[in-house]
């Protein structure tokens, strides 16, 4: 089962089930827009636009899904809000926008997501300007951390939805060029956390 069909299976109940237990760690973690340089934003995964009533007037924004059942979603939430934003279909591995092209790469429950999470980030920075940020909001397992049931569900779980065992620190690792700004607790006692990278160099 894809990724694909299952979030389009999903599309119909998603806000419902997703949005009581995120939206306030997404407000949270969207008032960092308003910090630093922000004229270009690419949401990844922006899924059906839960992030877009939170999203602060004056960037330029941009979304990316790969699913349209999702986007579908996304494009009539953006219309009810009359909300500027380009929302594109397609793959969080292989982004399809020039190097350097944004200053804030939001990825709120895509990390754990994806069969890849290294990609996805590695792609992020990519798409950065220098000195741009990472939004992060997802559920991580810290190095060392046992988790015996959440490793033991993650395969099949990661079928169907989501994984629940994707170490942070080992994806960051294999990103070059982002270093750590901010890691705080968001949700269930810590294992959903808020994190912001910022992209080096000049």
Same mark, same amino acid.
């Given at each position: ?93 292989? +982004?399809?926008?020039?190097? $350097? #092209?944004?200053?804030? =790469? /939001?990825?709120?429950?895509? *990390? !754990?997501?994806?069969?890849?999470? &290294? ?36 395969? +099949?779980?990661?079928?169907? $939805? #989501?994984?629940?065992? =994707? /170490?942070?620190?080992?994806? *960051? !690792?294999?990103?070059?060029?982002? &270093? ?23």
């Amino acid at each position: 089962m894809t990724l694909r069909y299952t979030y389009t299976l999903f599309a119909p109940i998603y806000d419902a089930v997703v949005a009581p237990f995120t939206h306030r760690a997404r407000q949270r973690s969207l008032v960092r827009l308003g910090e630093g340089p922000h004229d270009d934003v690419l949401l990844v995964g922006v899924g059906s636009g839960l992030d877009l009533p939170l999203l602060p007037p004056g960037p330029r924004y941009t979304g990316l899904d790969l699913t349209p059942a999702m986007l579908a979603r996304a494009q009539r939430q953006a219309a009810r809000l009359s909300l500027d934003i380009r929302l594109d279909q397609g793959d969080a591995r292989y +982004l399809p926008y020039p190097a $350097a #092209t944004f200053d804030v =790469v /939001v990825l709120h429950l895509i *990390l !754990a997501v994806t069969p890849h999470p &290294e990609r996805v980030l590695q792609e992020a920075a990519r798409v950065l300007r220098p000195g741009g940020r990472v939004l992060i909001l997802d559920k991580f397992l810290r190095p060392g951390q046992r988790a015996p049931v959440r490793r033991l569900i993650s395969p +099949l779980l990661g079928l169907l $939805a #989501t994984r629940t065992d =994707v /170490v942070f620190d080992e994806v *960051l !690792a294999q990103a070059s060029g982002l &270093e750590v700004m901010a890691d705080q607790p968001a949700l269930a006692g810590g294992w959903f956390r808020q994190i912001v990278l910022r992209k080096t160099g000049e």
